[in-house]
């Protein structure tokens, strides 16, 4: 029974943290129909921005954090401004060509920057833990997961509340409509994928600070990650791409406490082709902008 | 948002304009005039110049074209469906490493000769195909891309959990020396020869496709799935005949991949990026037609190999940029941007940009 209990609250601390590395994934996706598939490298040059302040500077990564947001925040920009945005009209799959590329550039500029080996950020209390009963619960994927909700409530709260969000989303439902009402779809379009940047670097700091990265494996496996669990919240929906992570991160969890080898990455891939079959709109509530004219 | 300027295959059938109603073959060749026939006779050409080639390049020139002619066969598969059929496939590599597991399970647990073998692989992919096919290609654009990403993923996952059958994740290891070998070893020469026939098998069932009443079907399934059941064409068998012969192709290539690399892992054979290939090939190449995964094929797998050999580390690197950038320049395909530049006369490829960009 602890075991269990143990694996079911590292699976939550596990799947908050998945829901931050999905969140902008799904954000770009269900605004601008762009499959960013060098997300996971975003993730990862967050990480080592923040390994690289945390080496030279002694910075603590939760300190970092605000650098990191910010600086991938202008290369998010900059990167839909000059490049996406260029054939934002073109067959949908050339957006996921493009990032593919981007990908390849972003992982082997990083491999030659940083050699390929496995890294992570040291602090003092990441490997600590406290006990409730008999469950260990280690600090630094506590923090880390409180941030994930903290920063995804705020950012429903952006899309909800503000102008810019209410521009973003507009702009998501029917572009030709949202440039009528005088928004500037370039730029939010740009801005969107900052966010999603800056999001990505954040998650890539707190996966270094509570585990290991290197540019290899890590971006493609949080990639994957991001669009099972992007399926699973529904588009566009941030509550959705929490739950969708709390989902994956408890079922891998428990089941690698119940099977043996790796089924229960078989069972997750039938888990996310059932839901595609019966809900294509996600667990829970529908898709953000399910109702977008253009696909 | 595709723009579709030109009164497309939709329009033909409206208004009778489609051809060959007395089947796929015979209504093609009784079709042939020297006028349209010269594409076959110049891929004719083409297949006998590689054959010629073969006598003068040395062996390690020979496994490079064979590993062209391999991509040629899966982009001109993923090319049925994903570009006529316009369903755009992210789990095809899942057909490819049924195919090869299929080959090397009977070669190596039954003693099965590889011939024997090849059509089973075939089979089987097409099975699976049908089986994932019927639920998944309700499923449309990115959701479609998604399921079958995981469909693939699945596959792998159970090949790689079987491990009393497959040999699970420590590989397996198909019999080719002395008594044991079912089937001697081809060497490299005999597959050049194999891949060479896929590829040339490929293009031509891909051709033959294109120009059949059936082809016209996929295109309009693609253009337009709504008003192609209207016009009383049934889009259930038409996406899952592609989705078929798509994977046919996809595991017979699969099979003789196996055969080749003699001992693989399910990494190897599942590997994601062989599905991302394909589908880079035929959209930089162009979608949709036959030279289009023709020439993205033989441009890139020669472009990332030229790359490997004469760049070392940066050869990832400069190959994603380039990636970029054809994708920035020429967001139609290399080949439909210079055909509709031929057609049109206008050749500024800033204004291509600008057709496309926000």
Redesign the interface.
Known sequence: MSQFLQAAAYGVVQGGLLGLVAVGFSLV?GVM?V?NFSHGALAVTGAYVAWVLNVRFGLDPFLAIPVVAIALFAFGYVVQRG?I??????????T???T??????I???LQ?LFKADDRTIDTSYASQSFAIGAVNVPYGRLAACFLALGITVALALLMSRTRLGHAIGATGMDRGAARLMGIR??HI?AVTFGIAAALAGVAGTMIATVGSFNPTTTPGQLT?DA??IS?LGGLGNMYGALVGGLVLGIAESLGGLLLT???V??IA??V??VT??IR?SGLIGKALYSGRV?? | ??AAPTPGPMADILQGRARSRQGLFVGWIRALTPANSWPALAGLLVFAAMLALQQLIEPGTQRLLTSVFLFVALAQAWNII?GYTGY?SFGQVAFFGLGAYTVAVLMNNYHVSFWAALPLAVLVGVVFAVAIGL??L??????F???T???A??AR??I??L?SVTG?GGGITIPTFGSDAPTPYFGKPGFYLAFLVLAAVSVVVAAVLARSRFGYAMVAVHEDEDAAGAVGINTTVVKVVAFGVSAAIVACAGAFYAFQQIEFYPTDVFDASFT?LM??MV??GG?GSVVGPLAGAVGLQLLSQFLRVNLG??N??I??????LV??FF??GVVTYLRDAWRTRQFSILDN?R????
């Open positions: 996706w129909n499959v490049l945005n260029l054939v934002i009209n073109a067959p949908i799959f050339l996921l060509l493009l593919f590329g981007l990908n390849l550039v992982l082997n500029g030659l779809a370039r379009y994957l669009f099972v399926v080898g790796t089924w990455n078989a891939m039938a996310l082709i595609l079959i294509p253009e696909v | 948002m595709s994903g755009a639920p998944l309700r499923l449309r654009g990115h959701y891309a998604i399921a990403l995981g469909a993923e699945g996952e159970v790689n959990n491990t699970g991302v589908v880079i959209m930089i979608s580390n940066f990832q690197l190959f994603g940029a380039i990636i970029v994708v920035v967001p139609q940009v057709r496309y960009r926000l």
